[in-house]
Structures are given as C-alpha cells and as structure tokens.
C-alpha cells in the first residue's frame, strides 16, 4: 500500500516544457552539486545491485509520446515486479543495464539515448555505516539514498541516531524548507511536561510533610487478609506499575509530531518520559533509583549510539552491544526491585491490616486495670 502513489513518477515525462528532468525521492542526501546531471540523456539511472537500477533518482527528457506510451503500457497491465514505479520502470526500460556509463561532456553539451548513471549518484545509505565515511571509487560521491525500513527513514526522528545520517538530512532540510510550526508544538509539550513533573514534587511533598498513606494504597483500599488475596489480583496490582512506566515512554513518542529534527524530537520524547515516570513513582510510591533506572538506560543508549567519535561501524556496533549487555543486569535489578516493592504493597500491608484491626471500646474493667 506505501507504493500506491509511485507511478505518479511518470507523470514527469508530461513536463515538456523542459529539456530536462531529474526526478528524486524525498530521501536523497545531496553531498555536492550535481547540475551535469542535466546533461544526460533521454532516460538515465543509477544500478544499486548488478540487476536493479534505483528510481529514487533518475533523468528523463520530457516526451508526450512516452508519457502516452507508459499510460497504455500502465492500462494493459504490463509486468510489474514489485507493484511501484521501480518494477514497471524497470520493465519498461529493460535494456538499460547494456547501455554505456554516463560521462559528462566537458563542453556542457546534452547527450542523446540511454545511459546507466555511475554508483555515486545513488550510494546506499549502509554503505556509510561500515566505515562512518564514503569511499566509493566508481563516480563522484554525489548523493545518497535511504532504501531502508519505511519507519526509519531519514525523515522521521527517531531514525538518528540509530542511522548516523538522518542527522545530516535533517541539517539540508533546516537550511532549506525549515520545520514550520513544529517548533512551537514541541516548546508547548514541553511546558506541559515541566508543569507536570513539579505539580507530581508538590504532592509528593505534601503527602511525605503530612504522613498521610500513599495516594495508591488509599485508593486501593486495604484487603482483610493476606489469604483472601487471589493469585490474579496481586499480579495485576505488582504488573500495573511496569505497565504504567512503559506507558511513560510510549505516550510522549507518540506525541512527538514524526517528522521533526532528531534533536528536538529527542529532547522532548526524554522530557516527557522522565515527567511522567516522576507521576508513576509518586503515585505508587516506588523506589526512587529503581523508577528511573529504565529512564537512564534509555539515556545512555542514546548517548553510546549518537557519540561521534567511532572509527568506523564496527566499532560502534560493539560499543552499543556491550553496553546493553552491561545495561541488562540493571534492568533487571530494576524490576525485582520494583516487583518487590508492589509485594509489600498487596501482602504486607494486608497483613498488617488483619494483626492490627481498630481498635475496639475498651470495657471499664480494662481501663481501671
């Protein structure tokens, strides 16, 4: 269904009142200019694997004749590999792999027939991520692709720094189209997520100064005895607090609009996260350190894949391995530590509650003793 509008590409050769077109996804990283481009022929495209050339980028010559041609061939139903515009473009142009590699005339001059683009007009985003630089012998290194997970393109920004180059793709976008108002939704979160977080330290002070029962336990209620506690229910009561913590991280990354810089984005995503974990161990009156620890690790994750400083993919791959093995010990922690506090919660204090029932009016006997 994602390539349900691509074929809307062919719509470029209905632009005759141009000589030339260079046709581009939205994902293209431009590294340096690329005007020779203009220079080729009537159609011209760059092969990412020895049998497929990539439409994310690709030259035409305007033609009413071809468009009417790639109407009808759309109408019989010609073969199409993949059901989008690189299937049928490949079908249509099927003897582009035997034409000769594009070359620019050094005099300026446009050249006539089919031409197969050199590597580096359309260099494969994970090409970059084995070395962190581009060596790619075989043409300029000009543009880059991103043919990758539909939700980790370069676009949305939570793809850096998973992908280093979404950063650099953001960085073209801010110097050109901007982000509109994306900037004023993220400043109002924010505030919503800081008044948040000090209304939760308010209260928790005013119940601590109060030696009031934590606002959990007083909505729960108190059980009559530890043995009339079903099985479920004390799971449900021990599980809801990591339910609510997981909670705390997936409502701001929804909130989050999807396309905003990575560094807006993520700042606001662990604002939000850290607000709503200081509502949960508030209102649950969870231990403090184990509360935030998911938080931290989420924290140092970000920190271990954004650093920029590795030498190449390799090392950066086993610095993030390594420091989620060294992380998973303290998840766990974590989470005993948690289940523990909630076990407290459901027996003993229940438990407490049938040893120490009200205390009942005392006869005259008693008191005079």
Not at 215 to 242: D, N, Q, W
Not at 279 to 296: C, E, H, K, R, S
Request: overall charge neutral; hydrophobic content about 45%.
């Amino acid at each position: 269904m994602r390539f349900m509008f691509t074929l809307n590409k062919i719509y470029a050769w209905s632009l005759v009142d141009y000589d030339r077109v260079v046709m581009l996804d939205a994902d293209n990283l431009f590294l340096q200019k690329t005007d020779e481009l203009f220079q080729c022929g009537q159609f011209c495209a760059a092969f990412i694997n020895p049998c497929i050339f990539h439409t994310g980028l690709f030259v035409l010559q305007p033609s009413r004749e071809t468009f009417s041609d790639l109407l009808h061939e759309i109408e019989i139903g010609r073969t199409n590999a993949d059901g989008a515009d690189q299937g049928f473009l490949m079908a249509y142009f099927d003897d582009l792999l035997e034409r000769p590699l594009f070359r620019p005339p050094s005099n300026g001059s446009k050249l006539n027939g089919y031409y197969r683009l050199p590597l580096g007009y359309q260099m494969d985003a994970s090409y970059f991520y084995l070395r962190l630089r581009w060596n790619v012998p075989c043409g300029p290194n000009s543009v880059i692709t991103f043919p990758s997970l539909p939700r980790l393109k370069p676009w949305y920004w939570w793809s850096w720094p998973i992908l280093p180059l979404g950063l650099s793709w953001h960085e073209q976008r801010r110097t050109t189209i901007g982000y509109g108002t994306q900037a004023s939704i993220l400043a109002m979160e924010g505030l919503v997520y800081l008044g948040t977080m000090l209304l939760a330290s308010i209260v928790r002070c005013r119940i601590l100064q109060s030696e009031k029962i934590p606002l959990f336990r007083s909505l729960v209620g108190r059980a009559t005895c530890p043995e009339r506690i079903s099985y479920f229910y004390s799971v449900i009561l021990k599980m809801t607090p990591i339910l609510a913590m997981a909670g705390c991280f997936l409502f701001p990354f929804l909130l989050v609009p999807a396309t905003v810089h990575p560094l807006m984005g993520w700042a606001i995503f662990l604002l939000g996260s850290v607000s709503l974990l200081v509502v949960v161990i508030n209102f649950f009156q969870l231990p403090i350190l184990a509360g935030m620890t998911p938080w931290l690790g989420v924290v140092g994750t970000f920190s271990v894949m954004a650093f920029p400083f590795y030498s190449n993919g390799v090392i950066r791959i086993l610095s993030i391995v390594t420091y989620e093995c060294l992380l998973a010990p303290f998840l766990w922690w974590a989470f005993t530590e948690l289940t523990a506090n909630r076990e407290v919660t459901v027996v003993r204090e229940p438990l407490m509650a049938w040893i120490s029932p009200k205390a009942e009016p005392q006869s005259e006997v008693m008191k005079l003793c």
